[in-house]
């Protein structure tokens, strides 16, 4: 639940938001970021109440893992959509490196 809740905040650049609108971003990005502490446990919970021994863990895993899967097809479209701006920054990235050496 923890693990990438850096890269919240890391695709600001990628998306192209303007510097005006970053807190906008961040105000709607970090309720939606964070909702899983609310909603993951809840659900937890309550399928290992409802569903005794290993078929409530079972579900609850299933849950997580069709979850990951959602969250692997968004990340690919999301390279897609933004595979050229990520070009973009890493070339410009590597201009500044040049420039400063």
């Known amino acids: 639940m923890y693990a990438i809740q850096a890269l919240h905040y890391a695709i600001l650049e990628e998306g192209d ?13 970090a309720p939606l970021g964070y909702s899983s502490e609310v909603f993951v446990p809840i659900v937890a919970g309550y399928l290992l109440d409802h569903f005794s ?8 895993f299933g849950i997580l893992a069709t979850l990951g899967c959602i969250g692997l097809i968004a990340t690919i479209i ?3 959509i933004t595979k050229e701006k990520r070009k973009m920054i890493y070339e410009s990235k590597k201009l500044k490196a040049k420039e400063a050496v």
């Open 53 to 60: 021994g290993a078929l409530g863990y079972q579900l609850f």
């Open 17 to 29: 938001y303007p510097t005006e609108f970053t807190g906008t971003a961040v105000a709607i990005i």
């Open 78 to 80: 999301w390279l897609s």
